[in-house]
């Protein structure tokens, strides 16, 4: 095994560039939920959404900080002779409004999807030339978040296009975040600050470590979130996509670092794995509310890799209180040792072990397993 070392003096402050963010009050932190996409893409019905939201308290995610339940693709099938966006009657017949009262019943917020364009990726109505009258209908439902898609949106321009949906969520009266997923086309980070609380910053994630074609893999997103931290902070956040957390294609460990560069990125947090299902092992990384508080940190820093060695990275991203978090990842297919000196610093806490680690000489050691991470939180006062 090859032997790393890692000095790190003092703390390291991530370069935040001024933004003039939408100031609707929402998402100070990165937004936390469940989404169906991943896991059941079309095949969904309001007994699969209430099952979720039920999961969500049941399984203590809620108590960990999650709180949106979001309804993707396939819930609309027309539009009314008035215009107005139809639910399906066969998987939705009680309506979304109920299924919303359903949701904040439990102490949650309701979220649903829609696209910029004539139609949505599935081939449902879109809300070009529907905006004002869709966002004042999801007011209606007791809506609290839209995840608004690209795609069928022909020769329309991306940012006129979303701050119309923006502009129309703001007028319906209700606060809505906001999520825009553009999958990073245009470079939404340099505009979107201004129109939504979060932009999607790649193509669709699945459920692989490292792959391109129908979807990329995790290590292909964390690539693409090295350079763009400065974009993110409170009410305004990149979004590497989705969790893939506890579905087939990622390893335990595997899914353990997802979860960890997420948490260290400020990513958004929605789970799309089958909450109903869920080993306790996948339970016990979604709610690891150690790790979690690296996301949910007030200062809102998303990190940046500080140290990159080949196989081996270290990201480091400003806590609030003086406190760094640092995660080192293993990318590669083999074992490797790092030895990290951190000096005179007040405590160090291994966040997945959930105790405090002693340095007898200065150095962290540890051997990372492939496709794993060590994550550590580090206090100077």
């Given at each position: 095994m090859k032997r790393l070392t890692l000095l790190v003096v003092g703390c390291l402050l991530l370069a935040v560039a001024p933004v003039r963010a939408l100031d609707n009050g929402l998402a100070l932190t990165p937004p936390m939920g469940w989404?169906?996409?991943n896991k059941f893409g079309c095949d969904i019905n309001e007994k699969l959404i209430r099952e979720a939201a039920d999961a969500v308290v049941s399984t203590g995610m809620k108590d960990a900080g999650y709180q949106y339940v979001v309804i993707d693709d396939c819930w609309q099938v027309s539009r009314d002779a008035q215009g107005n966006i139809v639910p399906s009657p066969e998987h939705f017949p009680s309506g979304m409004k109920a299924l919303g009262d359903y949701v904040h019943a439990k102490g949650l917020k309701f979220g649903i999807y829609s696209d910029a364009g004539t139609a949505t990726c599935q081939g449902r109505p879109g809300s070009r030339g529907y905006e004002f009258q869709d966002a004042r209908q999801y007011a209606a439902?007791?809506?609290?978040?839209?995840?608004?898609?690209?795609?069928?949106?022909?020769?329309?321009?991306?940012?006129?296009?979303?701050?119309?949906?923006s502009d129309a969520l703001k007028a319906s009266g209700r606060p809505i975040v906001f999520s825009l997923c553009e999958w990073g086309v245009e470079s939404p980070w340099k505009w979107a600050a201004e129109i939504g609380n979060l932009w999607r910053t790649t193509d669709d994630i699945t459920d692989c470590w490292s792959?391109?074609?129908?979807?990329?893999?995790?290590?292909?997103?964390?690539?693409?979130?090295?350079?763009?931290?400065?974009?993110?902070?409170?009410?305004?956040?990149?979004?590497?996509d989705m969790l893939e957390v506890g579905n087939p294609g990622l390893s335990l460990e595997e899914s353990r670092a997802h979860f960890s560069l997420w948490c260290m990125l400020a990513a958004p947090l929605m789970a799309g794995n089958d909450l109903r299902n869920m080993p306790a092992e996948i339970r016990e990384i979604l709610t690891n509310k150690e790790v979690i508080a690296v996301n949910q940190d007030p200062l809102g820093r998303q990190a940046g890799k500080h140290r990159d060695y080949g196989d081996v990275e270290i990201w480091a991203k400003e806590l609030s209180g003086n406190s760094m978090a640092y995660a080192a990842l293993n990318r590669g297919d083999q074992p490797k040792a790092v030895s990290e000196y951190?000096?005179?610093?007040?405590?160090?806490?291994?966040l997945w072990k959930h105790q405090d680690v002693t340095l007898a000489d200065g150095y962290f050691r540890a051997t990372l397993a492939p496709h794993s991470v060590v994550m550590l939180k580090v206090t100077n006062e």
């Amino acid at each position: 095994m090859k032997r790393l070392t890692l000095l790190v003096v003092g703390c390291l402050l991530l370069a935040v560039a001024p933004v003039r963010a939408l100031d609707n009050g929402l998402a100070l932190t990165p937004p936390m939920g469940w989404n169906s996409w991943n896991k059941f893409g079309c095949d969904i019905n309001e007994k699969l959404i209430r099952e979720a939201a039920d999961a969500v308290v049941s399984t203590g995610m809620k108590d960990a900080g999650y709180q949106y339940v979001v309804i993707d693709d396939c819930w609309q099938v027309s539009r009314d002779a008035q215009g107005n966006i139809v639910p399906s009657p066969e998987h939705f017949p009680s309506g979304m409004k109920a299924l919303g009262d359903y949701v904040h019943a439990k102490g949650l917020k309701f979220g649903i999807y829609s696209d910029a364009g004539t139609a949505t990726c599935q081939g449902r109505p879109g809300s070009r030339g529907y905006e004002f009258q869709d966002a004042r209908q999801y007011a209606a439902w007791g809506v609290d978040y839209l995840k608004y898609d690209w795609c069928n949106s022909g020769t329309q321009e991306v940012k006129s296009s979303y701050k119309t949906m923006s502009d129309a969520l703001k007028a319906s009266g209700r606060p809505i975040v906001f999520s825009l997923c553009e999958w990073g086309v245009e470079s939404p980070w340099k505009w979107a600050a201004e129109i939504g609380n979060l932009w999607r910053t790649t193509d669709d994630i699945t459920d692989c470590w490292s792959c391109t074609g129908d979807g990329v893999g995790v290590m292909q997103i964390l690539d693409i979130e090295a350079g763009i931290a400065e974009a993110a902070g409170p009410g305004h956040w990149n979004d590497p996509d989705m969790l893939e957390v506890g579905n087939p294609g990622l390893s335990l460990e595997e899914s353990r670092a997802h979860f960890s560069l997420w948490c260290m990125l400020a990513a958004p947090l929605m789970a799309g794995n089958d909450l109903r299902n869920m080993p306790a092992e996948i339970r016990e990384i979604l709610t690891n509310k150690e790790v979690i508080a690296v996301n949910q940190d007030p200062l809102g820093r998303q990190a940046g890799k500080h140290r990159d060695y080949g196989d081996v990275e270290i990201w480091a991203k400003e806590l609030s209180g003086n406190s760094m978090a640092y995660a080192a990842l293993n990318r590669g297919d083999q074992p490797k040792a790092v030895s990290e000196y951190l000096g005179p610093v007040k405590r160090v806490r291994d966040l997945w072990k959930h105790q405090d680690v002693t340095l007898a000489d200065g150095y962290f050691r540890a051997t990372l397993a492939p496709h794993s991470v060590v994550m550590l939180k580090v206090t100077n006062e």
